[in-house]
Structure formats: structure tokens, C-alpha cells
């Protein structure tokens, strides 16, 4: 298997119940897996263990043999070699698209070369800031960025909610186009049914912290 999750819980300082129960999840390279569910149900909690942005109360993961975190191990965010996206693009605002995508180039060694399939899309735009550009072109840059030091795993959380209808449908299909050239093993947070159809290859369902319902044919 070339990611699995087992065991994996957690609760915030305040909270009085565990945000995150029992998560488990085995994934395949190049697998789109899709975690739905309703606002709170601990989406995004899910995603900020897996990036190492929270510390977990239990649980183990590891990815194409490297442990990232157990019982004895916490390996620190920027050397788990996992990439982000979020619902508000997220660039720096004061770098051009250009500088934007280089910057998450730094960690990549010099022989290593970044992925081809991210560059015609941002061309044109390359020279322009943040701010000259539409939602849906941000968040193309952010996925490009996030797509182009090749993580093992590409964490998405609620990517298109800023986004309206039409340009959600277009860069749905841009983003699962990407996916499949890449063969990027992904983890998609939303609360949206349709994104989990029409992008993922197995579906996990959250409610209160708790997986209630796995595998693609409950949401069709
Ligand atoms: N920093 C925090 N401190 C305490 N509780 C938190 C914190 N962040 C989130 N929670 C709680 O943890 C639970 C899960 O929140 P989380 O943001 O993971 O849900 P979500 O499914 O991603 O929701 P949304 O779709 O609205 O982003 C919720 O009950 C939330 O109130």
C-alpha cells in the first residue's frame, strides 16, 4: 500500500470530545481520495495532522515506506514532502505567479526537475501579481505550485468554495486532469457531493470525527 493511515485521533486544548476518532485510510499511488462531509465534522483537522500541523493523540501514517508520524516519531511539516491547497489561494501576495511557483521549488535538489505538466498553464500570467489575477486563475497558481516540487501526497481543502458555479465545473476538470498526468496521490477535503463524484476514486464520509461511511458507490 503506498499510503496508509491507522488509528489516527485528536482533540483541540478546549475541546471536550475528540475531533477526530478512529481515522483510517489506505490509499493507492495516483488514488484521488475524497473525505466528505458537513461543516465541523473534522475535514480539515484530518488534513492539518496529515500536513503535521497538529499533533496527534494517536495514530500512525506512513507514506511509500516513511514513517511520518507513530508512537515514537513526529516528523516536522516541511520534511514530510506533502503539498497543500486551500479554499483562499493562499499565495504570497507581494510575489509574481512566477516567483509564487518558485518558491515551492527550494526544497527540490538540483537534478531533481519540477513537474512539465503545471508550466503552460501559468505562462502567460507568469510576470503578474496576485492581485491582477481572477479567484479561479489564484487558484489555478496555487495548484500549480502546490502540484510542481512533486509531493508524494497532495493535500486540497474545500479548493473551488470561492469559486462560482461554472468556473468550479472548469477547474474541477483542470484539477482532476492534472491529477491523472501527475498520477499525484491526492486527499480532497469538501462538502460537496458533486466534487466527490466527479473527482474521486474512493470516498471516506466524516461526521463529529467519526468515519461513517466508506468507498465511491455511497455518494452515486
Ligand atoms: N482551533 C480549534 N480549537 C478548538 N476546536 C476547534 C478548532 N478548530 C476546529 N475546531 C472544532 O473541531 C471540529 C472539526 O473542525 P474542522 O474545521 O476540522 O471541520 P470541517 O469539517 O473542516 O469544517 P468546515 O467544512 O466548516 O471547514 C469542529 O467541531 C470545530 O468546532
Redesign the pocket.
Same mark, same amino acid.
Given at each position: 500500500m503506498f499510503a496508509e493511515i491507522r488509528g489516527l485521533s485528536f482533540r483541540?486544548?478546549? $475541546?471536550s470530545v475528540d475531533?477526530v476518532k478512529d481515522f483510517n485510510l489506505e490509499m493507492n499511488q495516483g488514488e484521488v481520495t475524497c473525505i466528505l462531509?458537513?461543516?465541523? $465534522?473534522?475535514?480539515?483537522?484530518?488534513l492539518?495532522l496529515l500536513a503535521g500541523l497538529e499533533f496527534p493523540l494517536n495514530g500512525q501514517m506512513q507514506i511509500n515506506g516513511k514513517i511520518l508520524f507513530n508512537e515514537d516519531k513526529f516528523v516536522l511539516p516541511e520534511k514530510r514532502g506533502i503539498g497543500m491547497v486551500f479554499q483562499d489561494y493562499a499565495l504570497f501576495p507581494h510575489m509574481t505567479v512566477e516567483e509564487n511557483i518558485r518558491f515551492g521549488l527550494t526544497n527540490l535538489s538540483k537534478q531533481e526537475k519540477p513537474n512539465e505538466s503545471v508550466k503552460c498553464w501559468n505562462l502567460y500570467n507568469a510576470k503578474r501579481y496576485p492581485y491582477e489575477l481572477s479567484g479561479g486563475q489564484q487558484q489555478r497558481v496555487a495548484i500549480a505550485r502546490a502540484v510542481a516540487p512533486k509531493p508524494s501526497i497532495l493535500l486540497l481543502?474545500?479548493p473551488f468554495s470561492n469559486l462560482d458555479a461554472h468556473l468550479r465545473q472548469s477547474i474541477r476538470e483542470e484539477l482532476n486532469g492534472i491529477l491523472k498526468d501527475t498520477g499525484m496521490t491526492s486527499i480532497f477535503?469538501t462538502?460537496d457531493r458533486e466534487d466527490a463524484k466527479s473527482i474521486a476514486d474512493q470516498v471516506v464520509i466524516?461526521d463529529?470525527?467519526e468515519t461513517i461511511g466508506k468507498g465511491k458507490a455511497i455518494i452515486i
Open positions: 483541540y486544548k478546549n $475541546s475531533n462531509g458537513e461543516s465541523g $465534522s473534522g475535514k480539515s483537522t484530518v492539518r481543502d474545500e477535503v462538502h466524516l463529529k470525527g
